[in-house]
């Protein structure tokens, strides 16, 4: 699913091998950026309604947040990075 094959950027060869595996980066990626995505829209929502602002719009902004930032960097992680060529899924991310 990487597009860094069709982008030209790839060359095809296997990563080195102390490498992350795909899925832990991926995940890690997501884990960092649900907070920070949960962060970002609260604040948003703390400017676009200033003093009408309610507990429940602020966790539904920050829920919102935290879901749509962390998936598409998850995303993007998956489609640009090179530990997630097919050839290093194949050889380095197998499941325990």
């Not at 990487?2 to 995940?27: N, T, V």
């Not at 200033?50 to 998850?74: D, E, H, K, N, Y």
Request: charged share 20%; glycine share 10%; with cysteine.
């Amino acid at each position: 699913m990487a597009l860094r094959r069709y982008l030209g950027f790839s060359d095809g060869e296997l990563m080195r091998s102390d490498c992350k595996p795909c899925s832990r980066l991926m995940r890690q990626t997501a884990g960092i950026f649900t907070v920070g995505g949960g962060l970002a829209f609260w604040i948003l929502c703390r400017l676009h309604y200033g003093p009408r602002i309610t507990v429940p719009r602020a966790l539904r902004w920050g829920a919102c947040g935290a879901l749509s930032v962390s998936s598409s960097t998850a995303l993007l992680v998956r489609l640009l990075s090179p530990e997630c060529e097919p050839q290093n899924i194949e050889a380095y991310d197998k499941g325990k």
